[in-house]
């Protein structure tokens, strides 16, 4: 594409392959092909088809992350944020590069046999757990959240919307993005409702509005 560098190309491309093929069917040739260059040029880039697949989930995890981030930040009040962070990590903006929880299909199986993805995986979730937790100890210190184990809430929390992705990029039909985003913020809203009478609480039982598109099988 015009204004792209060459290693966005390679990683885009990488991203559709990976995406179309899984990683067991992904071949640098591919890459290679795809993108109208030899394979010695994605080797000089990417070692082997691990640091393929995590360079291209850095990409996407890059874009989603700052897409995310700012819109986020467009939302005035904590449940709103935490409404808005759910629904992006399922349906995604449709202008990103892209990526799926298919990538993460591949990526958790990986990990366990391989340190680089391993650590790969560990970076990418604390990134994401950080943006929960930012927006947990906001809410909490506004008054609009109850008291809650932060850490506790987030392992638990990112824990179930891993399951319910899991379910919906093995494609059951009782789990889209929608239920999925659902459920999440029903735990959400469950543990941080204040505890304390009178405790003011703006907690949504909804998504946020102006979020229409159809559901998607994508995130970081």
């Known amino acids: 594409m015009p204004g792209e560098d060459l290693r966005e190309q390679l990683l885009r491309a990488a991203l559709d392959i990976l995406v179309e093929r899984g990683y067991a069917?992904?071949?640098?040739?591919?890459?290679?092909e795809r993108t109208g260059i030899s394979p010695g040029v994605v080797i000089f880039h990417f070692k082997n088809r691990d640091d393929l697949l995590t360079e291209a989930l850095?990409?996407?995890e890059d874009a989603w992350h700052a897409t995310t981030a700012a819109s986020?930040?467009?939302?005035?009040?904590?449940?709103?944020?935490?409404?808005?962070?759910i629904l992006m990590t399922y349906d995604p903006e449709p202008d990103l590069p892209g990526g799926s929880w298919l990538l993460w299909l591949d990526l958790w199986a990986l990990a366990p046999r391989s340190p680089a993805v391993a650590a790969a995986r560990r970076?990418?979730?604390?990134?994401?757990?950080?943006?929960?937790?930012?927006?947990?100890?906001?809410?909490?210190?506004?008054g609009e959240f109850g008291e809650v184990d932060v850490d506790e809430f987030i392992l638990t929390l990112t824990a179930l919307m891993d399951g319910l992705a899991l379910r919906?990029?093995?494609?059951?039909?009782?789990?889209?993005?929608?239920?999925?985003?659902?459920l999440a913020m029903a735990?959400?809203?469950a543990r941080l409702a204040p505890r304390v009478p009178g405790a003011r609480s703006s907690l949504p039982g909804q998504r946020p509005s102006g979020s229409t598109r159809s559901p998607a099988i994508a995130r970081s």
């Open 25 to 32: 069917e992904t071949r640098i040739l591919d890459v290679a």
């Open 58 to 60: 850095r990409y996407w």
């Open 72 to 85: 986020v930040a467009g939302v005035p009040d904590a449940a709103g944020q935490l409404s808005r962070l």
């Open 123 to 142: 970076e990418f979730d604390e990134r994401w757990y950080q943006m929960f937790r930012e927006i947990v100890l906001r809410g909490r210190d506004a």
């Open 168 to 182: 919906f990029a093995l494609g059951d039909p009782d789990c889209d993005s929608t239920r999925a985003h659902d």
């Open 187 to 189: 735990y959400a809203l």
